[in-house]
Nanobody, 126 residues
Framework: QVQLAESGGGLVQAGGSARLSCAAS????????MGWFRQAPGKERDFVAG????????YYADSVKGRFTISRDNAKNTVYLQMNSLKPEDTAVYYC???????????????????WGQGTQVTVSS
């Protein structure tokens, strides 16, 4: 089992920045892949960014490429999502997720992830 605890987020003005953190723990940690997803009201939960835990390889959704950066701190068992140049359409609940045995192809697929955090709200005002 892996437990994930997100922090960060809140209310941000358009053009501003925010950083989300996700602390991971549990008997079966580390995992292969960590990711961030987001869900806006009335919409599906969509992939935002993913990172391989060992090699640090990253992958981003087109909508956030160049604005968001995912990173991890192996010593702290924590993954981060740095969000810059935020837009109102980035408003959503952001979820941290972990894939125990997932591999690089399919890093953006929700069903590949086994564990989820409780989510943290990010609201971008115009």
């Amino acid at each position: 089992q892996v437990q994930l605890a997100e922090s960060g987020g809140g209310l941000v003005q358009a053009g501003g920045s925010a950083r989300l953190s996700c602390a991971a723990s549990g008997r079966t940690f580390p995992v292969n892949i960590m990711g961030w997803f987001r869900q806006a009201p009335g919409k599906e939960r969509d992939f935002v960014a993913g990172i391989t835990w060992s090699g640090g390889r990253t992958y981003y959704a087109d909508s956030v490429k160049g604005r968001f950066t995912i990173s991890r701190d192996n010593a702290k068992n924590t993954v981060y999502l740095q969000m810059n140049s935020l837009k109102p359409e980035d408003t959503a609940v952001y979820y941290c997720a972990a894939s125990q045995f997932g591999t690089w192809p399919g890093i953006n697929l929700r069903f590949k992830y086994d564990y989820w955090g409780q989510g943290t709200q990010v609201t971008v005002s115009s």
